[in-house]
Every structure is written in C-alpha cells, then in structure tokens.
Nanobody
C-alpha cells in the first residue's frame, strides 16, 4: 500500500523560508511523477510544482523563482523548498504521486504571518 507523509510545515514570517518533505512508501517512487498542490480557505486548489520521474520540473507562475521542487529517489522523498514566502502562500500543502493512479498525502499547514 502506498502512503505519502508530508512534514515541514509551520509558521514563518513573510520573507522567510520553509522546506516541505513528502516521504513515500512502496516501490514505485522512482517511476512516478511527484508534485505539490496547495489549498487555502475559500480558494481553489492550486497546482504549485511538479517533477517527473526524470527530474523535469514545472511551477505555477505564482511561485516560480521562489520555490524549488526536488526529489531524492534513494529516500523515496520529494521536497519543496519555499523561499521569500508571502502571506498569500499560506495554505495546506498536499503532496501527490502519480503512477497509473494518483496517491495523496494528508497535507501540511503553512502559515505566513508576522
């Protein structure tokens, strides 16, 4: 059974940084595309960043240049480095993995406030 567990969320001041991690179980990680969505109250879910099994990345315009997605296949883990955080980045960040179907984590809360 595939499981995704996010960590690294928390409270950070505007301009600060956080690194989210998403650790996965199972044997399909290295063959899977990975990514992060975010969900803020009363806003549509937004696709933040993706990374293919080959390492190609893509970002939402709202985070390009500030966020970096990466993966470490040896640890079955994907990361989201978030720099220059803004109040509008506050949301629950959800990790997903896609290989024939999509698997989801439970999410980690990011709060950006002074």
């Amino acid at each position: 059974q595939v499981q995704l567990v996010e960590s690294g969320g928390g409270l950070v001041a505007p301009g600060g940084s956080l690194r989210l991690s998403c650790a996965t179980s199972g044997s399909i990680f290295s063959f899977s595309a990975m990514g992060w969505y975010r969900q803020a109250p009363e806003k549509q879910r937004e696709l933040v960043a993706t990374i293919t099994s080959g390492g190609a990345t893509n970002y939402a315009d709202s985070v390009r240049g500030r966020f970096t997605i990466s993966r470490e296949n040896a640890k079955n883990t994907v990361y989201l480095q978030m720099n220059s955080l803004k109040p509008e980045d506050a949301a629950v960040y959800l990790c997903f993995m896609t290989r024939y179907r999509t698997y989801w984590g439970q999410g980690t809360q990011v709060t950006v406030s002074s």
